[in-house]
């Protein structure tokens, strides 16, 4: 199978530590018996396409004292898709790790239940998508507690690597990708006017007609 060069370079510059790293990572699961893989099954999945880290950022818009948040949050997902998903993946165009059948990626692939992927590997959207807005709710909110955001962000990548669906210099390359597409995202948000963050959206409906003109003449006898 014929690939780009630059996905050579990355198979071949990255080999010893992706290996290292997978056979690592595999580890919890012959550890564990195969009891992480429902948890990591789990994080993976609220990380497909993005679709939940989008729903949590519009959530969090709908609330002023949450909407700076969400709206970092927003940006910066949109950035990371845009710099991974449009342009890195389809540029590289790097196969997955179970795509050679005689690897020892896809001998662990076949172990732990050979989830399929229809994109190409590096980087990882997953993780990009996971780092770029818990980036920006680092940067955003009291970073003496948003730290605990990346947490999330760490197990993001650690199941794409335990699923063995990416190799661990495309999950290292989300990271890099989604740090820098979430303090994007954190800075244009800093930047939006401050009237958007303080404008309700959900408008009280004024009361008024003769029931108030009613109520106020009781109150006056």
């Not at 229809?118 to 003496?144: C, E, I, Q, V, Y």
């Not at 990271?175 to 994007?184: S, T």
Request: include cysteine; aromatic fraction near 14%.
């Amino acid at each position: 199978m014929e690939i780009t060069a630059a996905a050579q370079w990355l198979n071949t510059t990255f080999a010893a530590f992706d290996q290292s790293v997978t056979l690592l990572v595999h580890r919890l699961y012959e550890a564990a018996g195969g009891f992480c893989s429902p948890f990591f099954e789990f994080i993976s999945l609220l990380g497909k396409d993005g679709i939940f880290l989008v729903l949590l950022s519009l959530a969090l818009i709908l609330f002023r004292p949450t909407r700076r948040f969400g709206a970092a949050m927003l940006l910066g997902v949109a950035i990371g898709a845009l710099f991974t998903n449009l342009f890195l993946k389809v540029v590289i165009a790097r196969p997955r790790p179970y795509a050679d059948e005689n690897s020892v990626f896809y001998q662990l692939w076949l172990i732990m239940g050979q989830h399929m992927e229809s994109d190409k590997s590096f980087p990882s959207g997953h993780t990009t998508a996971a780092f770029s807005t818990m980036t920006a709710l680092f940067f955003t909110g009291n970073k003496r507690y948003s730290w605990t955001a990346f947490i999330f962000a760490i197990l993001m990548g650690i199941s794409r690597i335990y699923l063995v669906v990416h190799f661990p210099s495309d999950v290292l390359g989300g990271i890099v990708v989604g740090f820098i597409a979430g303090c994007l995202g954190a800075l244009l948000a800093r930047n939006l006017p401050e009237k958007w963050y303080s404008a309700s959206i959900f408008k009280r409906k004024a009361v008024e007609g003769p029931c108030l003109d009613s109520v106020s003449s009781d109150s006056k006898e």
